[in-house]
């Protein structure tokens, strides 16, 4: 099994300019996340779902949308990219929400928008 | 408003000493909390899940305790080695995974 896996692992982008961030996991988990890490302030939630076709929002999700069109799939997008985006992107997925499962991290994307 | 602060923000140790890393929540009706080590560049990998029904759990060398009524939870790492150098993240569960609150990590170097 790969796990989670995301694409790409870097990338640099202009201010205005939109791009799709990939993740895909092989454990037929019914749970995938989108997180941001930046220096000093751990990980923050940007959108989640919690099965296919399904995605809500966390505790930063303004400048980011997402889908689940297949269960094994969840992308992250950016419409329009501001400086204040640059940060390493994690994608994570569980079996489900609740009870002891742990969740499973991707490797990152690290994103910069100059 | 749940927060989650780890102290120290980094801790030098040399190798074979026992160390402890703090994690303090300010909400004690946590559903359970999650330990994780992530390497520079590289994503988080989970060591050791307490759920709000258990004291600790044990890993090999690591030993995770929960006290929700102070709101603390500390991971004991024994007989520290250079491979245990790496950020240490706690994370806070509520009643369901989209309220997740992570700590902001202690950074950990085990000199040789």
């Known amino acids: 099994n790969a796990g989670v896996t995301q694409t790409p692992k870097f990338r640099v982008l202009k201010t205005g300019q939109s791009m799709t961030l990939l993740c895909a996991q092989d454990m037929n988990h019914e749970y995938m996340y989108w997180y941001r890490q930046d220096p000093g302030m751990g990980l923050r939630l940007i959108h989640y779902?919690?099965?296919?076709?399904?995605?809500a929002k966390g505790e930063v999700p303004d400048g980011y949308n997402v889908s689940r069109l297949k269960k094994q799939n969840f992308l992250l997008g950016l419409e329009s990219a501001a400086p204040s985006q640059t940060s390493v992107y994690f994608c994570?997925?569980?079996?489900?929400?609740?009870?002891?499962?742990?969740?499973?991290f991707g490797p990152g994307t690290r994103l910069t928008v100059t | 408003k749940q927060e989650v602060t780890q102290i120290p923000a980094a801790l030098s140790v040399p190798e074979g000493e026992n160390l402890v890393l703090n994690c303090s929540f300010t909400?004690?009706?946590?559903?359970?909390l999650q330990w994780f080590r992530q390497d520079p560049g590289k994503g988080l990998t989970s060591l050791l899940l307490i759920q709000s029904s258990q004291r600790e759990q044990t890993s090999g060398r690591l030993n995770a305790s929960l006290d929700k009524s102070s709101g603390r939870s500390t991971l004991y790492i024994a007989a520290s080695q250079p491979g245990d150098s790496a950020t240490y993240l706690c994370?806070?569960?509520?009643?369901?995974?989209?309220?997740?609150?992570f700590g902001p990590g202690t950074s950990l170097s085990v000199i040789p």
């Open positions: 994570a997925s569980s079996p489900s929400g609740r009870g002891a499962n742990e969740q499973y």
């Open positions: 994370a806070v569960m509520k009643t369901s995974y989209d309220k997740v609150i």
């Open positions: 909400d004690s009706a946590i559903y359970n």
């Open positions: 779902s919690v099965g296919e076709g399904t995605t």
